[in-house]
Protein backbone atom coordinates (compact mmCIF):
# COMPACT_ATOMS: atom_id res chain seq x y z
CA UNK A 1 0.00 0.00 0.00
CA UNK A 2 1.03 3.53 -0.18
CA UNK A 3 0.56 6.74 -0.43
CA UNK A 4 1.23 7.85 -3.30
CA UNK A 5 2.71 6.62 -6.54
CA UNK A 6 6.15 6.71 -7.89
CA UNK A 7 7.59 5.98 -11.34
CA UNK A 8 11.15 6.17 -11.41
CA UNK A 9 11.53 8.31 -8.61
CA UNK A 10 8.49 10.77 -10.23
CA UNK A 11 5.29 11.06 -8.45
CA UNK A 12 2.86 10.12 -10.56
CA UNK A 13 -0.25 9.88 -8.09
CA UNK A 14 -1.00 11.58 -5.28
CA UNK A 15 -4.17 8.85 -4.34
CA UNK A 16 -3.66 6.60 -1.18
CA UNK A 17 -4.03 2.75 -2.49
CA UNK A 18 -3.99 -0.62 -1.89
CA UNK A 19 -3.01 -3.52 -3.73
CA UNK A 20 -2.02 -7.39 -2.52
CA UNK A 21 -0.22 -7.63 -5.82
CA UNK A 22 2.17 -5.39 -4.79
CA UNK A 23 3.40 -6.51 -1.46
CA UNK A 24 6.68 -4.92 -0.37
CA UNK A 25 9.58 -7.15 0.93
CA UNK A 26 10.10 -6.09 4.58
CA UNK A 27 13.27 -7.02 6.23
CA UNK A 28 13.84 -9.10 9.18
CA UNK A 29 14.34 -6.63 11.64
CA UNK A 30 14.62 -8.85 14.53
CA UNK A 31 17.85 -9.83 12.93
CA UNK A 32 19.38 -6.58 12.66
CA UNK A 33 22.17 -6.50 15.54
CA UNK A 34 23.04 -2.64 14.84
CA UNK A 35 22.78 0.76 15.67
CA UNK A 36 21.10 1.41 12.18
CA UNK A 37 17.35 1.66 12.60
CA UNK A 38 14.76 0.40 9.53
CA UNK A 39 11.64 0.55 8.43
CA UNK A 40 9.24 1.17 5.72
CA UNK A 41 8.88 4.05 4.38
CA UNK A 42 5.48 5.52 2.88
CA UNK A 43 6.87 9.02 2.41
CA UNK A 44 9.20 8.48 -0.19
CA UNK A 45 9.13 6.04 -3.17
CA UNK A 46 11.50 5.07 -6.20
CA UNK A 47 8.67 2.46 -7.78
CA UNK A 48 5.16 2.26 -6.26
CA UNK A 49 4.31 3.58 -3.05
CA UNK A 50 7.61 3.28 -0.19
CA UNK A 51 10.75 3.24 0.15
CA UNK A 52 13.09 1.41 3.03
CA UNK A 53 14.30 4.18 5.47
CA UNK A 54 17.62 3.38 7.37
CA UNK A 55 18.68 6.28 9.78
CA UNK A 56 21.38 6.31 12.29
CA UNK A 57 23.36 8.74 14.71
CA UNK A 58 26.86 8.33 13.94
CA UNK A 59 30.37 9.75 15.96
CA UNK A 60 32.74 11.06 14.13
CA UNK A 61 34.50 8.65 11.69
CA UNK A 62 32.21 6.06 12.73
CA UNK A 63 30.33 2.92 10.19
CA UNK A 64 27.36 1.10 10.18
CA UNK A 65 25.81 -1.38 8.80
CA UNK A 66 23.09 -4.34 8.84
CA UNK A 67 22.32 -7.54 6.71
CA UNK A 68 19.17 -6.30 4.26
CA UNK A 69 18.76 -10.18 2.21
CA UNK A 70 19.25 -13.32 1.55
CA UNK A 71 20.84 -14.57 -1.55
CA UNK A 72 22.87 -17.22 -3.40
CA UNK A 73 23.98 -15.88 -6.65
CA UNK A 74 26.95 -17.82 -8.20
CA UNK A 75 30.08 -15.98 -10.20
CA UNK A 76 30.18 -17.80 -13.38
CA UNK A 77 32.86 -17.91 -16.23
CA UNK A 78 32.24 -15.79 -19.09
CA UNK A 79 29.28 -14.14 -17.20
CA UNK A 80 28.54 -10.96 -15.25
CA UNK A 81 26.61 -10.04 -12.78
CA UNK A 82 24.74 -6.50 -12.67
CA UNK A 83 24.09 -4.67 -9.35
CA UNK A 84 22.09 -1.96 -9.34
CA UNK A 85 20.29 -0.06 -6.62
CA UNK A 86 18.48 3.42 -6.01
CA UNK A 87 18.81 5.63 -2.98
CA UNK A 88 17.56 9.01 -1.59
CA UNK A 89 19.79 11.32 0.88
CA UNK A 90 20.22 14.54 1.98
CA UNK A 91 23.75 13.62 3.19
CA UNK A 92 26.94 12.88 0.54
CA UNK A 93 26.07 10.44 -1.54
CA UNK A 94 29.40 8.41 -0.90
CA UNK A 95 28.73 7.81 2.95
CA UNK A 96 25.90 5.10 1.91
CA UNK A 97 26.46 1.87 -0.24
CA UNK A 98 25.66 -2.12 -0.50
CA UNK A 99 28.22 -4.69 0.32
CA UNK A 100 28.23 -8.12 -1.51
CA UNK A 101 28.82 -10.60 1.40
CA UNK A 102 30.59 -14.16 0.10
CA UNK A 103 30.50 -17.36 1.20
CA UNK A 104 34.24 -17.50 0.80
CA UNK A 105 34.09 -14.58 3.91
CA UNK A 106 35.35 -12.15 1.55
CA UNK A 107 33.03 -9.13 0.77
CA UNK A 108 32.41 -6.81 -2.25
CA UNK A 109 31.92 -2.87 -1.45
CA UNK A 110 29.83 -1.07 -3.91
CA UNK A 111 29.81 2.60 -3.40
CA UNK A 112 30.06 6.11 -5.68
CA UNK A 113 33.68 7.41 -6.43
CA UNK A 114 35.18 9.15 -3.24
CA UNK A 115 36.24 12.82 -4.91
CA UNK A 116 39.85 12.50 -4.19
CA UNK A 117 39.55 9.95 -7.17
CA UNK A 118 36.90 11.54 -9.33
CA UNK A 119 37.84 9.59 -12.75
CA UNK A 120 36.68 9.51 -16.40
CA UNK A 121 38.52 6.15 -16.74
CA UNK A 122 36.81 3.00 -17.14
CA UNK A 123 39.08 1.10 -14.53
CA UNK A 124 36.21 0.79 -11.69
CA UNK A 125 38.00 -0.70 -9.00
CA UNK A 126 38.59 1.82 -5.73
CA UNK A 127 42.31 1.63 -4.18
CA UNK A 128 41.96 0.69 -0.66
CA UNK A 129 42.97 3.71 0.85
CA UNK A 130 39.40 5.16 0.58
CA UNK A 131 38.36 1.70 2.25
CA UNK A 132 39.37 2.80 6.16
CA UNK A 133 36.40 2.91 7.65
CA UNK A 134 35.23 -0.25 6.20
CA UNK A 135 38.21 -2.24 6.80
CA UNK A 136 37.88 -4.98 9.55
CA UNK A 137 34.62 -6.57 8.60
CA UNK A 138 36.01 -9.60 6.64
CA UNK A 139 38.72 -10.84 6.20
CA UNK A 140 39.17 -9.49 2.06
CA UNK A 141 37.66 -6.27 0.99
CA UNK A 142 37.31 -4.61 -2.56
CA UNK A 143 35.78 -1.59 -3.10
CA UNK A 144 34.03 -0.84 -7.00
CA UNK A 145 33.02 2.26 -8.17
CA UNK A 146 29.75 2.28 -10.36
CA UNK A 147 29.56 1.68 -13.97
CA UNK A 148 27.22 4.69 -14.15
CA UNK A 149 25.60 6.95 -11.89
CA UNK A 150 22.60 8.56 -12.76
CA UNK A 151 20.53 11.50 -11.15
CA UNK A 152 16.92 11.16 -11.51
CA UNK A 153 13.95 12.46 -10.92
CA UNK A 154 13.55 14.03 -6.82
CA UNK A 155 16.60 13.66 -6.03
CA UNK A 156 17.08 9.77 -6.44
CA UNK A 157 20.59 8.19 -7.59
CA UNK A 158 20.82 5.30 -9.77
CA UNK A 159 24.15 3.63 -8.97
CA UNK A 160 24.68 0.46 -11.89
CA UNK A 161 28.17 -1.76 -11.36
CA UNK A 162 29.43 -4.87 -13.58
CA UNK A 163 31.46 -7.43 -12.03
CA UNK A 164 32.58 -10.80 -12.97
CA UNK A 165 36.16 -12.31 -14.26
CA UNK A 166 38.50 -14.29 -13.15
CA UNK A 167 38.97 -13.13 -9.96
CA UNK A 168 35.41 -13.73 -8.50
CA UNK A 169 34.99 -17.11 -10.88
CA UNK A 170 33.20 -19.89 -8.70
CA UNK A 171 32.38 -17.08 -5.55
CA UNK A 172 28.97 -17.38 -4.08
CA UNK A 173 27.27 -14.06 -2.90
CA UNK A 174 25.15 -15.41 -0.04
CA UNK A 175 23.90 -12.12 0.99
CA UNK A 176 23.43 -8.02 0.36
CA UNK A 177 24.23 -5.86 3.34
CA UNK A 178 23.97 -2.02 4.00
CA UNK A 179 26.20 -0.05 4.92
CA UNK A 180 27.17 3.76 6.09
CA UNK A 181 29.60 6.15 6.89
CA UNK A 182 29.95 9.17 8.58
CA UNK A 183 33.33 11.31 6.47
CA UNK A 184 33.94 13.61 9.16
CA UNK A 185 36.49 13.84 10.99
CA UNK A 186 35.40 15.76 13.92
CA UNK A 187 31.75 15.93 14.40
CA UNK A 188 28.42 13.60 14.77
CA UNK A 189 26.11 12.85 12.03
CA UNK A 190 22.52 12.29 11.12
CA UNK A 191 22.92 9.92 8.57
CA UNK A 192 19.82 8.81 6.69
CA UNK A 193 18.81 7.39 3.54
CA UNK A 194 16.14 5.66 1.66
CA UNK A 195 16.36 3.01 -1.05
CA UNK A 196 14.55 2.27 -3.50
CA UNK A 197 15.67 -0.61 -5.65
CA UNK A 198 17.93 -2.69 -5.02
CA UNK A 199 18.95 -5.22 -8.37
CA UNK A 200 21.43 -8.41 -8.68
CA UNK A 201 21.26 -10.07 -11.66
CA UNK A 202 23.64 -12.50 -13.76
CA UNK A 203 24.07 -12.07 -17.71
CA UNK A 204 25.69 -13.67 -19.96
CA UNK A 205 29.32 -11.70 -21.25
CA UNK A 206 27.98 -10.65 -24.51
CA UNK A 207 24.09 -9.72 -23.27
CA UNK A 208 23.09 -6.15 -22.98
CA UNK A 209 24.19 -4.35 -19.91
CA UNK A 210 21.89 -3.44 -17.27
CA UNK A 211 21.42 -0.01 -18.63
CA UNK A 212 20.71 -1.51 -22.24
CA UNK A 213 17.87 -3.87 -21.14
CA UNK A 214 14.90 -1.82 -22.01
CA UNK A 215 11.92 -3.67 -22.44
CA UNK A 216 9.57 -3.18 -25.62
CA UNK A 217 6.07 -3.58 -25.63
CA UNK A 218 4.66 -5.24 -29.16
CA UNK A 219 1.26 -5.84 -31.38
CA UNK A 220 -1.03 -3.94 -29.16
CA UNK A 221 -4.30 -4.52 -30.29
CA UNK A 222 -7.95 -4.35 -29.46
CA UNK A 223 -9.96 -7.28 -27.85
CA UNK A 224 -13.98 -6.12 -29.16
CA UNK A 225 -15.76 -8.80 -27.59
CA UNK A 226 -14.39 -7.50 -23.75
CA UNK A 227 -13.37 -3.81 -24.93
CA UNK A 228 -10.03 -4.42 -23.56
CA UNK A 229 -6.72 -3.29 -24.99
CA UNK A 230 -3.87 -5.66 -25.39
CA UNK A 231 -0.22 -6.18 -26.02
CA UNK A 232 2.75 -8.13 -25.91
CA UNK A 233 6.05 -8.07 -23.92
CA UNK A 234 8.82 -9.56 -23.42
CA UNK A 235 9.23 -12.73 -20.54
CA UNK A 236 11.44 -10.60 -18.65
CA UNK A 237 8.75 -7.82 -17.81
CA UNK A 238 7.52 -7.28 -14.39
CA UNK A 239 4.53 -5.25 -14.96
CA UNK A 240 3.23 -2.38 -17.07
CA UNK A 241 2.76 1.46 -15.71
CA UNK A 242 -0.68 2.98 -17.92
CA UNK A 243 -1.29 6.51 -18.64
CA UNK A 244 -3.98 8.57 -20.17
CA UNK A 245 -3.43 11.40 -22.09
CA UNK A 246 -5.49 14.22 -21.06
CA UNK A 247 -6.88 16.76 -23.72
CA UNK A 248 -5.41 20.23 -21.98
CA UNK A 249 -3.26 22.96 -23.01
CA UNK A 250 -0.57 21.23 -21.51
CA UNK A 251 -1.49 17.91 -22.40
CA UNK A 252 -1.09 16.49 -19.61
CA UNK A 253 -0.07 12.58 -19.22
CA UNK A 254 -1.82 10.72 -15.90
CA UNK A 255 -0.87 7.88 -14.78
CA UNK A 256 -3.90 5.81 -14.20
CA UNK A 257 -2.25 2.47 -12.81
CA UNK A 258 -0.31 -0.85 -13.37
CA UNK A 259 -0.96 -4.56 -14.28
CA UNK A 260 1.14 -7.78 -14.18
CA UNK A 261 -1.14 -8.51 -16.98
CA UNK A 262 -0.69 -7.19 -20.80
CA UNK A 263 -3.98 -6.17 -20.98
CA UNK A 264 -6.14 -2.78 -19.37
CA UNK A 265 -9.76 -2.62 -19.59
CA UNK A 266 -11.15 0.01 -21.84
CA UNK A 267 -13.63 3.15 -20.08
CA UNK A 268 -16.98 1.18 -20.80
CA UNK A 269 -18.91 5.04 -21.14
CA UNK A 270 -15.97 6.64 -23.53
CA UNK A 271 -17.43 9.39 -25.45
CA UNK A 272 -14.48 10.78 -27.21
CA UNK A 273 -10.96 9.09 -28.65
CA UNK A 274 -9.17 7.84 -26.20
CA UNK A 275 -5.10 8.11 -26.13
CA UNK A 276 -2.86 5.66 -23.88
CA UNK A 277 0.83 5.67 -23.10
CA UNK A 278 2.22 1.99 -22.30
CA UNK A 279 5.52 2.00 -20.19
CA UNK A 280 7.28 -1.94 -19.16
CA UNK A 281 9.19 -2.61 -16.09
CA UNK A 282 12.29 -4.77 -17.08
CA UNK A 283 12.23 -7.09 -13.97
CA UNK A 284 16.03 -5.70 -13.49
CA UNK A 285 14.18 -2.25 -12.62
CA UNK A 286 14.75 -0.88 -16.10
CA UNK A 287 11.93 1.03 -17.35
CA UNK A 288 11.09 0.94 -21.49
CA UNK A 289 10.34 3.28 -23.85
CA UNK A 290 6.46 4.71 -23.32
CA UNK A 291 4.07 3.07 -26.47
CA UNK A 292 1.63 5.38 -27.50
CA UNK A 293 -1.58 3.84 -28.44
CA UNK A 294 -4.95 6.30 -29.81
CA UNK A 295 -8.55 4.41 -29.30
CA UNK A 296 -10.91 5.69 -31.85
CA UNK A 297 -13.90 5.29 -30.97
CA UNK A 298 -16.66 3.97 -33.66
CA UNK A 299 -19.58 4.10 -31.71
CA UNK A 300 -20.98 5.72 -28.22
CA UNK A 301 -21.47 2.42 -26.02
CA UNK A 302 -20.60 -0.15 -28.64
CA UNK A 303 -17.22 -2.36 -27.90
CA UNK A 304 -16.57 -3.51 -31.28
CA UNK A 305 -16.00 -0.17 -32.35
CA UNK A 306 -12.81 -0.05 -30.94
CA UNK A 307 -10.05 -0.04 -33.81
CA UNK A 308 -6.71 0.89 -32.78
CA UNK A 309 -4.43 3.61 -34.96
Known sequence: HGATTSVDGRVVSSSPWHDQGQADVLPL?????????????????????SSLHLCAILPAKARVSVDLLPLQVHFAPRKVICVAYSFHTTNDPTSFGLVLNLVSKDEIVLRGWPSSQMTSSPLSQITSSSLSPLIGRAKHTRAYAPVSETNGPNGWITR?????????????????????????????????????????????????????????????????????????????????????????????????????????????????????????????????????????????????????T
Open 160 to 308: VYQLGGALWDGHVIKGVSVFGVNLSDERTEDWSVHVGQVVVCPVAADMPTLSQMSPVITAVQIDPSTATLTWTVPSTVQYTHVFQEMLTCHDELVWVGRTNHSRWQLPSKAKSNITFVLQPVHWTGAVGRPQRVTIVLGGADDPSSFPQ
Open 29 to 49: LNKAKSPMHMNLSLAKAFQGG
